[in-house]
């Protein structure tokens, strides 16, 4: 008897490993989006580079590469536990989820990432508008303007966006810090 469940809670074990490797678990709303080829806009703006011939994006943000602009129009293609699959300019990018780094599963990935709108850049300051459409960081962008033009933190060093300071990784060997006061940027 022992030995039949021990066998039975092995096998219980095991499926519970391989269903979180294979099919991501979105919402019905996001599934939509890729049953359907959906068009969507990107969010923020994302840098691609290219791993073993294939165009990437890690969650982790890096900001070089190609810049997809934020308000990019794309079209969804597929999605599994670790990445999403969309064309940008007739070009088939994957973007990565590293969960250890981002903090969040696929579906957090998918809604961070894309939206079936646009995103209102009206909303910043002139000068956060300027900074965002080049990808890049100026004094006294507010903390949405930030997410818009570099991105989300990584979680494992940015456990928290209500931080005064945020870690980004500009390449893989290489961080930077962005501080805030009062909820803009500074120079420190």
Request: charged share 20%; proline share 3%; net charge positive.
């Amino acid at each position: 008897m022992k030995k039949l469940l021990g066998f039975f809670t092995a096998m219980i074990g095991l499926g519970l490993l391989l269903s979180g490797c294979g099919v991501a678990k979105l919402s019905p709303e996001v599934q939509k989006t890729f049953d359907n080829n959906v068009t969507m806009y990107t969010t923020r703006n994302m840098h691609y580079n290219f791993s073993r011939s294939r165009k990437v994006i890690d969650s982790t943000n890096y900001q070089v590469g190609t810049l997809i602009p934020v308000n990019a129009k794309v079209q969804m293609k597929s999605v599994n536990a670790k990445q999403i699959v969309f064309l940008y300019k007739n070009q088939e990018i994957a973007l990565r989820n590293i969960a250890k780094y981002s903090g969040v599963g696929i579906n957090e990935i998918a809604t961070r990432y894309f939206s079936m709108n646009k995103v209102n850049l009206n909303k910043f300051t002139a000068k956060e508008q300027k900074a965002i459409r080049s990808a890049q960081l100026v004094p006294g962008m507010s903390k949405d303007a930030v997410i818009v033009s570099l991105g989300t933190p990584p979680a494992h060093v940015t456990p928290t966006l209500d931080m005064d300071q945020w870690k980004f990784w500009k390449n893989r060997w290489s961080t930077f810090l962005v501080n805030f006061e009062k909820g803009k940027t500074v120079v420190k």
